[in-house]
């Protein structure tokens, strides 16, 4: 028998599961968040499946059942309805001027206009909500609306704070039409790697729940150790699955240690070559220059507790490196401590792959003062 291909690089729903790809099923957390929310935020490193999940909910409001055949939602949803969805990605490339983020605001509403099969009188902010009222009336149904890294055009020019302001206050004028548009509809749903502070990038989407730390929803991404035992055993016979597991697991969000899946595909297809792949995919130059002017003791990294407050903020002007550093995925949560009304969270590096990974680019910035990549294939006994 044959093995299922690995969905390296896919992160379309219906070509993973119409082309017999690997799929680790996760729509029973999709039904309970689409039952019991209305506006959902999620916040995850790069890499860790938040596209694939949005195009999974995408898939199931759309009503596309022939996808969902012996999967959890198969048969508890109903899949007569279909809502007009509205999907937002940044995702591609990087956008260095005002101007590319209208122009890239307009070519995601013109693609949108295209599939749902209205038109727009005007552009940008206002025909984001023409968008949505068209599509509510035409269809007869609510709207959905998904909105894929919502925050990477900020992250992308983070070093240069004045422009990351404008640019956030674009996005806050672009976002604030979801809360406007409450009676059109049904589900929004942000993800992205970091999670603003309230005074900033949210504060016109107050009545949004943030699901970054909720346990229910922990193992939203990444595979689980009970995945690869069983999802994965087929292809992965004669791994030593502890060395596995001390390589690339560890990762916490109060649920279950997670892997991240690129990870553990990359593995597979290398055939079982420990690298640092999603370390290499590209560590962030302000990270690591954030580090040297901090002058921060590495050491420190396996020993830092922070409250909740702390780590579900990210100041573009007073850039925390403890947040920094947990959101974008170099540190997770190693156990959680409740002190009266206070919650302290303990974190450490996840895993084996960011330890050695992050130490040897730390100590190529200060002694050679610049950010090298080395290939690195370490051997563990």
Same mark, same amino acid.
């Given at each position: 028998?044959?093995?299922? #291909?690995? +969905?390296?690089?896919?992160?379309?729903?219906?070509?993973?599961?119409?082309?017999?790809?690997?799929?680790?099923?996760?729509?029973?957390?999709?039904?309970?968040?689409?039952?019991?929310?209305?506006?959902?935020?999620?916040?995850?490193?790069?890499?860790?499946?938040?596209?694939?999940?949005?195009?999974?909910?995408?898939?199931?409001?759309?009503?596309?059942?022939?996808?969902?055949?012996?999967?959890?939602?198969?048969?508890?949803?109903?899949? &007569?309805?279909?809502?007009?969805?509205?999907?937002?990605?940044?995702?591609?490339?990087?956008?260095?001027?005002?101007?590319?983020?209208?122009?890239?605001?307009?070519?995601?509403?013109?693609?949108?206009?295209?599939?749902?099969? @209205?038109?727009?009188?005007?552009?940008?902010? /206002?025909?984001?909500?023409?968008?949505?009222?068209?599509?509510?009336?035409?269809?007869?149904?609510?709207? @959905?609306?998904?909105?894929?890294?919502?925050?990477?055009?900020?992250?992308?020019?983070?070093?240069?704070?004045?422009?990351?302001?404008?640019? /956030?206050?674009?996005?806050?004028?672009?976002?604030?039409?979801?809360?406007?548009?409450?009676?059109?509809?049904?589900?929004?749903?942000?993800?992205? @790697?970091?999670?603003?502070?309230?005074?900033?990038?949210? &504060?016109?989407?107050?009545?949004?729940?943030?699901?970054?730390?909720?346990?229910?929803?922990?193992?939203?991404?990444?595979?689980?150790? #009970?995945?690869?035992?069983?999802?994965?055993? +087929?292809?992965?016979?004669?791994?030593?699955?502890?060395?596995?597991?001390?390589?690339?697991?560890?990762?916490?969000?109060?649920?279950?240690?997670?892997?991240? +899946?690129?990870?553990?595909?990359?593995?597979?297809?290398?055939?079982?070559?420990?690298?640092?792949?999603?370390?290499?995919?590209?560590?962030?130059?302000?990270?690591?220059?954030?580090?040297?002017?901090?002058?921060?003791?590495? +050491?420190?990294? &396996?020993?830092?507790?922070?409250?909740?407050?702390?780590?579900?903020?990210?100041?573009?002007?007073?850039?925390?490196?403890?947040? @920094?550093?947990?959101?974008?995925?170099?540190?997770?949560?190693?156990?959680?401590?409740?002190?009266?009304?206070?919650?302290?969270?303990?974190?450490?590096?996840?895993?084996?792959?960011?330890?050695?990974?992050?130490?040897?680019?730390?100590?190529?910035?200060?002694?050679?003062?610049?950010?090298?990549?080395?290939?690195?294939?370490?051997?563990?006994?």
């Amino acid at each position: 028998m044959s093995l299922k #291909k690995l +969905p390296i690089g896919i992160q379309a729903f219906s070509e993973i599961r119409s082309d017999d790809y690997v799929y680790v099923d996760k729509t029973d957390i999709a039904l309970n968040m689409i039952e019991n929310y209305k506006y959902l935020f999620l916040s995850r490193p790069r890499r860790f499946g938040k596209s694939l999940f949005l195009d999974t909910l995408k898939n199931i409001f759309e009503g596309k059942k022939e996808y969902f055949s012996g999967l959890a939602i198969e048969d508890k949803w109903d899949w &007569s309805k279909s809502y007009p969805v509205i999907h937002i990605n940044f995702a591609k490339g990087s956008l260095k001027t005002k101007e590319a983020l209208y122009d890239r605001w307009d070519e995601i509403l013109e693609d949108n206009q295209k599939r749902l099969g @209205v038109k727009c009188e005007h552009k940008n902010r /206002r025909c984001f909500s023409e968008l949505i009222i068209k599509a509510n009336e035409k269809y007869k149904q609510k709207v @959905v609306v998904l909105i894929d890294e919502y925050d990477k055009p900020i992250l992308d020019n983070i070093e240069n704070t004045n422009f990351a302001y404008e640019l /956030r206050d674009i996005l806050l004028d672009f976002y604030s039409v979801i809360k406007g548009s409450d009676e059109f509809l049904r589900f929004a749903f942000l993800t992205g @790697v970091s999670k603003f502070t309230k005074t900033s990038i949210f &504060s016109g989407l107050n009545n949004i729940t943030d699901i970054s730390l909720s346990k229910k929803f922990a193992d939203v991404c990444g595979y689980t150790q #009970k995945d690869l035992e069983t999802t994965f055993a +087929p292809y992965l016979k004669d791994v030593d699955m502890k060395k596995l597991k001390k390589w690339y697991n560890g990762y916490n969000f109060l649920g279950s240690d997670m892997y991240n +899946p690129f990870d553990i595909l990359q593995f597979i297809s290398h055939d079982f070559l420990y690298k640092n792949y999603w370390f290499e995919t590209g560590t962030p130059t302000f990270l690591m220059k954030l580090i040297k002017s901090q002058n921060y003791f590495l +050491p420190n990294l &396996s020993n830092l507790v922070v409250g909740e407050q702390l780590l579900n903020s990210f100041d573009i002007e007073n850039l925390e490196l403890e947040v @920094v550093l947990y959101q974008s995925g170099y540190l997770t949560i190693d156990r959680v401590e409740i002190l009266g009304v206070q919650t302290l969270y303990y974190l450490k590096i996840p895993n084996l792959e960011v330890q050695s990974s992050f130490n040897d680019y730390v100590i190529h910035l200060f002694h050679n003062n610049q950010v090298e990549k080395t290939n690195h294939q370490i051997k563990i006994d």
